[in-house]
T-cell receptor, first 111, second 116 residues
Framework: LAKTTQPISMDSYEGQEVNITCSHNNIATNDYITWYQQFPSQGPRFIIQGYKTKVTNEVASLFIPADRKSSTLSLPRVSLSDTAVYYCLVGGPNSWGKLQFGAGTQVVVTP | DADVTQTPRNRITKTGKRIMLECSQTKGHDRMYWYRQDPGLGLQLIYYSFDVKDINKGEISDGYSVSRQAQAKFSLSLESAIPNQTALYFC???????????????FGPGTRLTVL
């Protein structure tokens, strides 16, 4: 399983865009990048997944450069309710059941 | 009603006691998982089950055992609880889907376990 590195914490103000970069230098050819969000005292919730280039949904965008050694989760115009821990996971068909949640990035949004 | 439920939600027990945490799901998923989370840390996989007859150890299975009683039920047991098993425990489920396809995990609300 590819090891991931992401910042421990990030602070932002309401209305700003938050970008969280995850490094995964050892990503394998068939690995995908998946992000989860966890609010305090709740289980994680799937946000987005991608393989290459850009993926966008109603919650976030995921940017993956051509070498796929890193990825950036972008949260547009954050609100107080986006305060949470965000996890970057890397894995493929052989490891879907064993994806590892690292320590994640604590995002704190203030007024 | 919640799709993934865990009982109990909170439990305080003493060292050496046997504890069972239960998880039920109504999503019809084949796959179920147990994780533990320590304060300020990510989730660590304890056990996972891809179907009723398939149970696998995760990263930190020592001191834990599981039982998949039915497709919808997956229980985690601590045979002899110790203080460093104090943590937040999450159950999760996912669909098996097509080969190679990723299916997101759906998590329960968690069980906060304290071992004195």
């Amino acid at each position: 399983l590819a090891k991931t590195t992401q910042p421990i914490s990030m602070d932002s103000y309401e209305g700003q865009e938050v970008n969280i970069t995850c490094s995964h230098n050892n990503i394998a050819t068939n690995d995908y990048i998946t992000w989860y969000q966890q609010f305090p005292s709740q289980g994680p919730r799937f946000i987005i997944q991608g393989y290459k280039t850009k993926v966008t949904n109603e919650v976030a965008s995921l940017f993956i450069p051509a070498d796929r050694k890193s990825s950036t989760l972008s949260l547009p115009r954050v609100s107080l309710s986006d305060t949470a821990v965000y996890y970057c996971l890397v894995g493929g068909p052989n490891s879907w059941g064993k994806l590892q949640f690292g320590a994640g990035t604590q995002v704190v949004v203030t007024p | 009603d919640a799709d993934v439920t865990q009982t109990p939600r909170n439990r305080i027990t003493k060292t050496g006691k046997r504890i069972m945490l239960e998880c039920s799901q109504t999503k019809g998923h084949d796959r179920m998982y147990w994780y533990r989370q320590d304060p300020g840390l990510g989730l660590q996989l304890i056990y996972y089950s891809f179907d009723v007859k398939d149970i696998n150890k995760g990263e930190i299975s020592d001191g834990y055992s599981v039982s998949r009683q039915a497709q919808a039920k997956f229980s985690l047991s601590l045979e002899s609880a110790i203080p460093n098993q104090t943590a937040l425990y999450f159950c999760a489920t996912s669909d098996s889907g097509q080969v190679g396809q990723y299916n997101e995990q759906f998590f329960g609300p968690g069980t906060r376990l304290t071992v004195l």
